[in-house]
Each structure stands twice: as C-alpha cells, then as structure tokens.
C-alpha cells in the first residue's frame, strides 16, 4: 500500500543520499520523493510516498527516524493532512480542439501557462487521483507530455519536535572510564 | 607550530595543523592504539604522528586494519581506531566496517582523502569514500573546513560508542591536514536528530516482571546487546532471581557465563538441541539485545509458536523488525534489567509460588533435552576430531581465555565446545560472517589484553586470507597461539555441498597449504603441524607456554560435519542432530 512520509532533516552534506539510501538497502519501492528548504534554511521539508506491506509500515518510519541527520519521520497516511501534487503538461491541440481544452482546463482549475499554435502548457494541483483523471482527459485530445512534482503533505496534527539536547563531551568519558572500572574487576 | 608531544591538553587558541588536531581530539577521546597503514594523502598525519605518543600499530592490508580495530573493541569494550589512506587504502576498509557494522561494533575510522580542490576530478587515488562508505556505516562525514574537525572527530566518537553502538567514518581532505587553524576545544556535541532511548518505559518494565512470574515456561534468550551495554551482571541477578533458563546467541556467548547452571547453550542453526527445542516450546521469549537473526530463527513462522516475547533493545528499529514483540522496550539493557530487576523483587512474595510447579517441570524437560542430546564432544584414535581439538582449547582455556575465530565449521565447533565464562573473551564474525577476521582481530585484541592467553582459531581456508599479518605478529611480538583447524577443504561449504548438492564438492578443495614450521619460522616464531590425538594436548600446552606468537596446525578429519543443524528455512524443533555415526571411541 501507499505510505505518505513527512521528514524534517539537517540540510547537511549526504543527508539526501542518506534517506534515498535507506529506502533502497532496505528494498522500499519510492513512488515518489520531494524535498526543498524549510523557512530555516538549515533544514529541508521531504514528502516521501513508498509503496510497502503494510506490517512494514513502522519499520520504514523508524528506519528514517534512525539517521542522525533526520530530526523527525512522520507517517501521514492515516493521519489528518493535506496533500497536494501538481502536473506541468503540454498538449497537442488541433484548432478544432483548442475551446474544449480550455473549458476542461478550467473544470479542473488548471492555469494555461503557455500558448502556441502547436497546443497549450498547463499546470494543475490536486490530489494524484483528481490528476491522473485530468491528464487520462488531456489524454484523449492528443499527444502530451506529463511532468508530475511528486506529492507534497502537510500534516493537520502537528506533533511536538523532540530534538536531542547538547551533551556536554565528558558525559561519554566518564562513562567509559565507569566502563573500564568493571572490566578490571 | 606547537608540539603535541604532551600528555597535557592543549590550550585553546594554540596555532595547530590539521594533523595535530586530530591528534589532539584522538587523545581527548581516550586512544592511545590506531591500526593502520600510510599512504599519499595521510602523509601529514602520519608526520605528525611522528613525535606523537599516540601508538600506531602498522598492519599488512588495510581491511585487517579495520578487524584489528574491532578485536580491540570487541576486547574491551572501547572504540577502536583505524586508519588508511584514500582511493585503495579507503577501500580496503569496506569489508570491515560492513562486518563492525552487522556486530555493532564501534570502530572509528579515519580516511585520507584526495585534496579539497581536486575532489570529483577522478584524481590519483580518488575514490568517493564518503558515498561508498555510507551504507557501511552508522554515520560518516567528510571534513570540509579544518575548523570543523574538532566537532567531527567528537562526534563520530559520540556516534560510535553511544546507542546501539557501530562503526564512524571520517573522511579527511589532504589539505585538511596540513591547513593551520587556532585550536577551539569542543565542550558539548550536538545532534538534534541523534535520539537515545536509553531508561526503558517504567510501565512496560512493570508489565514485563508481571509476565515472567506469570509465565509457565520462560527463556530468556540474550545477545551481543548485553555485552555492549555492559549489563552481564543484571543478566545474571535477573535470571538467578526468577531461575530463567538462558540461551545466548553467537554474539552473546559470555553473557550468561558458560559455566552457569541456567545456562543452556547457543540456539539457532548450529545451536544445541536443547536450546532449541527450548526456544520451540517456550511461552515467553525475554529477548535482550538480540535481533531475532535468520540463523537463530530458522523459518520464522515455526520459530516459537507458543510464545509471546518481551524484547528489550536500544535500537527501536529491531522491535517487531522480524518477530512482533507483544511487550517492546526500547532502552539500554543495562538500564532496564536494573529496573526489571527490582521490580521482580518487589513482585516476588506474591508471584513467587503462582507457577512454581510448572516451572520446577520445565526445567525438568530442559535438563532431559540436555542430557538426551548434549553438544558432543567427539574422539577418535587414529584422527583428531575437530570436536577433539576444541575440548582441548577449552580444557586450556577453563572459561577465562579470548578466543577469535575466522567463519567456517571451526567458528561453530568453538562456539558450541569452548566455554566462556566472562563477556568479551568470544570474538567472532557474526553478523557479516567475514572469512579473514580471526587472525587480525586477535591482534587487537592482544594488543589490548597483553596478559591474556589469546587464542586465535582459523579454518585453512579463511587463514590464509590472513597470513600476511604474520608479520604484525612477529613485529609486536605478540603471544598470540594462532590454531589452525585444518581439514584440508573449505569446510563449511563443503558440508552443504555434501548435504544439499549430492557431494558435488566444487571448488573446496585446499591443496598446497604451506609447510607450518617453515611459514612460522620465516616470520621469526614456532610453529608446527600434528595430526595425530595423542600428540594434541602436549602440541597445545607447549603453544601456550612459549612466550611468543606460535603457529599449530591441526590435521584433522577432512570430512566432519557440524551438528546439530537446522537447514536453511528449517523450522528449529526438526533440526538434522548427527550424521551416521561409527561407533566413537572415547
Ligand atoms: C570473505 C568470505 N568469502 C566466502 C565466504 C563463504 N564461506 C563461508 S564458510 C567458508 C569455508 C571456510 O573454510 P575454512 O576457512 O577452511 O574453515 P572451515 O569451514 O573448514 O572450518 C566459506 C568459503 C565467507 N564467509 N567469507
């Protein structure tokens, strides 16, 4: 089944790698993957949408929440969000055609973002399944060329971001000299 | 520029190279051993090291650089450090942190890497270390500006040795290391994202010592997670406390010490009947730091059909990740058996009797498992049973010796026959089951230990994927007995060959071993080569009491199978115990 995943991460050298990494090592299908920089430009937002057996639905979470660059991994499918996708296409359109375009286009409050007299560039945002149905339509008007964005989510019930705190660096060394003391017991 | 040949630490603000840095930052962490091997672009590291106090250990290839570093760990419980150069030296390194990796060993390793301004030009020994090495790795870095390479190098230390533990890699630009920066000391490591679940919830734990005085027939069925953590003593309290029948996995042998009346034995596809069919019949698995490993399962759906498992880990992932786990924990083992352990005692008057008759009967079918199967320890006149040779190295050994393996039938053999009374003296290949990493390992672990008996015991396959570190050996001098059990075939793969391919043995046959006495001598100690029974105890004791390294080649019957044995995807209860047997001679 779909899984909608949403990640805040550091926006740290490899950290990108890392989560596409992850997903591959441990055979998840991506269907689709999105990411950009968050109002801190020290962190990137990621919509990630894998297609996995749903009793490994907590794994891949905990999986992704296991890499130190990622500050937080939320599953969104059953939870309250938003998610939107947007479709650039161009489409052919004989002279004959071109009103019928528009009209559609506008039924599904798509933007003509270009025209010429081979056809049109549109942009359209929905959900993936309102999508498919407008580029099936555009479809049948003649030839077209797709570019999808990948799904975009937000969710509704913000959970609180548990970050770990500093720690100051004789923690670990004590520790390991407490280590030590057992051993030479 | 500063010198740093003191034990003192530097004052901030000194004016250092990047070397001397990480010098600094190595000696902060606590190291003084590095295993490793120089090369073009660790050349101002290793001037540095130089008139440095810090120890290098030069091994012969790199990937024994990085086993090295693991027997070191796996001795003591420390990180260890290794080091190479970039390109090949790098490389070479990938073997060993997949398999520190797999064991949740920590190992930092440190890497040249090719100048800043060159990275992605396919310069002389250019090799994208940072991106080949992310997967063999619980983290790594790359260092980007020199000033940067205090907070990295505490980090990676932090990263490796804390949570479940695991190997670091930072990958250093040549130029790094010779760029000059006012020496800042870092105070605190900060990782927003780097979570430790370390205490346990108190409610689970409560719930958890409600189910193992409730349960008829518990087994506690322990791991390499009690020995990282440190937490053998609670194991113990806990198991003496509630009288748990205990089973420890490959990586745990220790844990539980061997010679403890609860402890039964190692399960799995070469565990002994006993811990098997205990593991098949139990109604409440307490799994601590164990990962429910195919090799201990066998095929999963008749793993432990009557049981529900309480699992305690510190990694959240290995929860439910194989065996859904009707009672998680998620905390550092010690931590939590601390908890476990008082509340079982708080429960203790009330719970005690509720099912002391059915655990009295349980333990009553286990002790007859044991005694109507017991893991056998073989002989014969005329050839030295491999069984022979590790009753042998266990008579020796009496529980308190470190013993490394290289991967084969002899790493089973030593599982199963050699005792370990004491975590930590069992040091094997486990997860990533890496032929090469007895012989390297044990010089860490020698290096690290040097007034313990150290033996290293090696197939005469997986050995001679090692032999160049004869010469480390030699070098430093180290008492390692090195055993080869040597059947003249790649054993392991010989037996599946025999059992499953109709004995079409391809490709494991091992003509042409070198000459014992002559291989030890050329590097300067004793070896020598026996096949005959009566000849194994003396051969042995005399190994043990030569003061230096000494090489015993062990012949022994070419064509002995390891049992018991679940086949792959077997179901544990229907394991295969022994081959048609001639009659044994005592
Ligand atoms: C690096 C590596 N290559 C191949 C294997 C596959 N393998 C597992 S056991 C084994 C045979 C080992 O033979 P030997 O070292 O003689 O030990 P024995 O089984 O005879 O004790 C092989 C080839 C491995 N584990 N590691």
Same mark, same amino acid.
């Given at each position: 089944?779909?899984?909608?995943?949403?990640?805040?991460?550091?926006?740290?050298?490899?950290?990108?790698?890392?989560?596409?990494?992850?997903?591959?090592?441990?055979?998840?299908?991506?269907?689709?993957?999105?990411?950009? &920089?968050?109002?801190? +430009?020290?962190?990137? %937002?990621?919509? /990630?949408?894998?297609?996995? @057996?749903?009793?490994?639905?907590?794994? =891949?979470?905990?999986?992704?929440?296991?890499?130190?660059?990622?500050?937080?991994?939320?599953?969104?499918?059953?939870?309250?969000?938003?998610?939107?996708?947007?479709?650039?296409? &161009?489409?052919?359109? +004989?002279?004959?055609? %071109?009103?019928? /375009?528009?009209?559609?286009? @506008?039924?599904?409050?798509?933007?003509? =973002?270009?025209?010429?007299?081979?056809?049109?560039?549109?942009?359209?945002?929905?959900?993936?399944?309102?999508?498919?149905?407008?580029?099936?339509?555009?479809?049948?008007?003649?030839?077209?060329?797709?570019?999808?964005?990948?799904?975009?989510?937000?969710?509704?019930?913000?959970?609180?971001?548990?970050?770990?705190?500093?720690?100051?660096?004789?923690?670990?060394?004590?520790?390991?000299?407490?280590?030590?003391?057992?051993?030479?017991? | 520029?500063?010198?740093?040949?003191?034990?003192?630490?530097?004052?901030?603000?000194?004016?250092?190279?990047?070397?001397?840095?990480?010098?600094?930052?190595?000696?902060?962490?606590?190291?003084?051993?590095?295993?490793?091997?120089?090369?073009?672009?660790?050349?101002?590291?290793?001037?540095?090291?130089?008139?440095?106090?810090?120890?290098?250990?030069?091994?012969?290839?790199?990937?024994?650089?990085?086993?090295?570093?693991?027997?070191?760990?796996?001795?003591?419980?420390?990180?260890?450090?290794?080091?190479?150069?970039?390109?090949?030296?790098?490389?070479?390194?990938?073997?060993?942190?997949?398999?520190?990796?797999?064991?949740?060993?920590?190992?930092?390793?440190?890497?040249?890497?090719?100048?800043?301004?060159?990275?992605?030009?396919?310069?002389?020994?250019?090799?994208?270390?940072?991106?080949?090495?992310?997967?063999?790795?619980?983290?790594?870095?790359?260092?980007?500006?020199?000033?940067?390479?205090?907070?990295?190098?505490?980090?990676?230390?932090?990263?490796?040795?804390?949570?479940?533990?695991?190997?670091?890699?930072?990958?250093?630009?040549?130029?790094?290391?010779?760029?000059?920066?006012?020496?800042?000391?870092?105070?605190?490591?900060?990782?927003?994202?780097?979570?430790?679940?370390?205490?346990?919830?108190?409610?689970?734990?409560?719930?958890?010592?409600?189910?193992?005085?409730?349960?008829?027939?518990?087994?506690?069925?322990?791991?390499?997670?009690?020995?990282?953590?440190?937490?053998?003593?609670?194991?113990?309290?806990?198991?003496?406390?509630?009288?748990?029948?205990?089973?420890?996995?490959?990586?745990?042998?220790?844990?539980?010490?061997?010679?403890?009346?609860?402890?039964?034995?190692?399960?799995?596809?070469?565990?002994?009947?006993?811990?098997?069919?205990?593991?098949?019949?139990?109604?409440?698995?307490?799994?601590?730091?164990?990962?429910?490993?195919?090799?201990?399962?066998?095929?999963?759906?008749?793993?432990?059909?009557?049981?529900?498992?309480?699992?305690?880990?510190?990694?959240?992932?290995?929860?439910?990740?194989?065996?859904?786990?009707?009672?998680?924990?998620?905390?550092?083992?010690?931590?939590?058996?601390?908890?476990?352990?008082?509340?079982?005692?708080?429960?203790?008057?009330?719970?005690?009797?509720?099912?002391?008759?059915?655990?009295?009967?349980?333990?009553?079918?286990?002790?007859?498992?044991?005694?109507?199967?017991?893991?056998?320890?073989?002989?014969?006149?005329?050839?030295?049973?491999?069984?022979?040779?590790?009753?042998?190295?266990?008579?020796?050994?009496?529980?308190?010796?470190?013993?490394?393996?290289?991967?084969?039938?002899?790493?089973?053999?030593?599982?199963?026959?050699?005792?370990?009374?004491?975590?930590?003296?069992?040091?094997?290949?486990?997860?990533?089951?890496?032929?090469?990493?007895?012989?390297?390992?044990?010089?860490?672990?020698?290096?690290?230990?040097?007034?313990?008996?150290?033996?290293?015991?090696?197939?005469?396959?997986?050995?001679?994927?090692?032999?160049?570190?004869?010469?480390?050996?030699?070098?430093?001098?180290?008492?390692?007995?090195?055993?080869?059990?040597?059947?003249?075939?790649?054993?392991?793969?010989?037996?599946?060959?025999?059992?499953?391919?109709?004995?079409?043995?391809?490709?494991?046959?091992?003509?042409?071993?070198?000459?014992?006495?002559?291989?030890?001598?050329?590097?300067?100690?004793?070896?020598?080569?026996?096949?005959?029974?009566?000849?194994?105890?003396?051969?042995?004791?005399?190994?043990?009491?030569?003061?230096?390294?000494?090489?015993?080649?062990?012949?022994?019957?070419?064509?002995?199978?390891?049992?018991?044995?679940?086949?792959?995807?077997?179901?544990?209860?229907?394991?295969?115990?022994?081959?048609?047997?001639?009659?044994?001679?005592?």
């Amino acid at each position: 089944m779909l899984q909608t995943l949403s990640l805040l991460l550091e926006n740290k050298p490899g950290a990108l790698m890392r989560v596409v990494g992850v997903l591959a090592a441990r055979n998840y299908n991506v269907e689709s993957l999105t990411v950009a &920089r968050t109002i801190d +430009e020290t962190l990137s %937002r990621m919509t /990630i949408v894998v297609d996995v @057996e749903s009793k490994v639905r907590a794994q =891949v979470v905990k999986q992704l929440n296991k890499l130190v660059n990622v500050l937080q991994a939320q599953d969104l499918t059953e939870e309250r969000s938003v998610a939107r996708e947007m479709v650039l296409l &161009r489409v052919r359109a +004989e002279m004959a055609n %071109r009103t019928a /375009i528009l009209k559609e286009a @506008e039924i599904f409050q798509a933007r003509v =973002v270009d025209s010429s007299v081979e056809g049109f560039a549109i942009e359209c945002t929905g959900d993936p399944e309102k999508l498919d149905e407008f580029v099936d339509l555009m479809r049948s008007y003649g030839e077209i060329e797709v570019t999808r964005s990948g799904l975009v989510a937000v969710t509704l019930e913000p959970k609180k971001l548990r970050l770990a705190s500093p720690v100051p660096m004789g923690a670990a060394e004590e520790e390991e000299e407490q280590q030590e003391r057992v051993l030479s017991k | 520029m500063a010198s740093t040949t003191t034990t003192q630490p530097i004052a901030a603000g000194t004016l250092l190279s990047g070397s001397q840095i990480l010098l600094e930052c190595l000696r902060r962490e606590g190291v003084d051993l590095i295993f490793g091997y120089p090369g073009g672009v660790t050349l101002p590291f290793y001037d540095a090291m130089y008139d440095h106090e810090i120890q290098h250990v030069l091994v012969r290839h790199e990937q024994n650089a990085a086993f090295a570093a693991q027997g070191y760990s796996r001795a003591t419980g420390k990180v260890g450090v290794c080091c190479a150069t970039s390109g090949p030296g790098a490389m070479n390194l990938v073997t060993g942190l997949v398999d520190a990796m797999m064991d949740s060993i920590p190992v930092v390793a440190i890497t040249g890497q090719v100048t800043s301004k060159l990275i992605g030009t396919d310069a002389f020994q250019e090799a994208d270390t940072f991106g080949i090495t992310r997967p063999a790795t619980k983290h790594n870095f790359m260092v980007k500006h020199v000033s940067e390479l205090p907070r990295i190098i505490h980090e990676a230390f932090y990263l490796a040795s804390t949570g479940r533990p695991g190997p670091v890699l930072v990958d250093i630009p040549k130029d790094i290391f010779q760029a000059s920066s006012h020496y800042q000391p870092v105070d605190s490591i900060h990782l927003p994202g780097y979570k430790l679940y370390t205490e346990g919830h108190t409610g689970q734990i409560r719930r958890a010592a409600q189910m193992i005085w409730e349960s008829e027939r518990p087994m506690v069925y322990a791991g390499g997670g009690i020995i990282h953590s440190h937490a053998h003593d609670e194991l113990k309290e806990l198991v003496e406390l509630a009288d748990l029948p205990t089973v420890n996995t490959l990586m745990g042998l220790g844990a539980l010490p061997g010679n403890h009346r609860n402890f039964i034995s190692m399960p799995g596809m070469h565990g002994s009947y006993a811990a098997n069919m205990g593991m098949y019949n139990t109604d409440l698995i307490i799994a601590l730091g164990v990962r429910f490993d195919d090799r201990v399962t066998g095929r999963l759906a008749a793993f432990a059909p009557h049981a529900k498992v309480i699992h305690v880990d510190i990694d959240p992932s290995e929860i439910s990740k194989i065996r859904n786990a009707e009672l998680p924990i998620v905390g550092d083992a010690k931590k939590v058996l601390q908890k476990l352990n008082r509340v079982m005692r708080e429960l203790e008057p009330e719970m005690r009797a509720l099912k002391s008759n059915q655990r009295a009967e349980w333990w009553n079918t286990i002790r007859g498992w044991m005694e109507e199967h017991p893991l056998k320890h073989e002989f014969s006149i005329d050839q030295i049973k491999p069984q022979h040779l590790m009753a042998e190295i266990n008579r020796i050994s009496n529980g308190e010796a470190i013993v490394t393996t290289d991967v084969g039938q002899h790493q089973m053999w030593a599982a199963q026959l050699i005792r370990y009374d004491h975590p930590r003296l069992w040091i094997n290949s486990g997860g990533l089951g890496t032929m090469g990493f007895g012989l390297p390992s044990a010089i860490g672990a020698q290096m690290a230990c040097p007034d313990k008996l150290v033996f290293t015991i090696c197939g005469d396959g997986g050995f001679q994927m090692s032999i160049p570190e004869f010469a480390t050996i030699a070098n430093h001098k180290l008492p390692i007995k090195i055993i080869v059990m040597n059947n003249g075939y790649l054993g392991m793969v010989r037996q599946w060959q025999e059992l499953f391919y109709n004995n079409r043995l391809s490709q494991v046959t091992l003509d042409s071993f070198p000459d014992a006495t002559m291989l030890a001598g050329a590097y300067g100690f004793k070896g020598r080569t026996i096949d005959k029974p009566e000849e194994l105890r003396a051969a042995l004791e005399e190994a043990v009491n030569e003061p230096g390294p000494y090489f015993l080649n062990v012949r022994v019957t070419p064509t002995e199978n390891v049992y018991p044995m679940v086949p792959a995807g077997g179901a544990i209860n229907e394991m295969v115990l022994t081959p048609p047997q001639p009659v044994a001679v005592a």
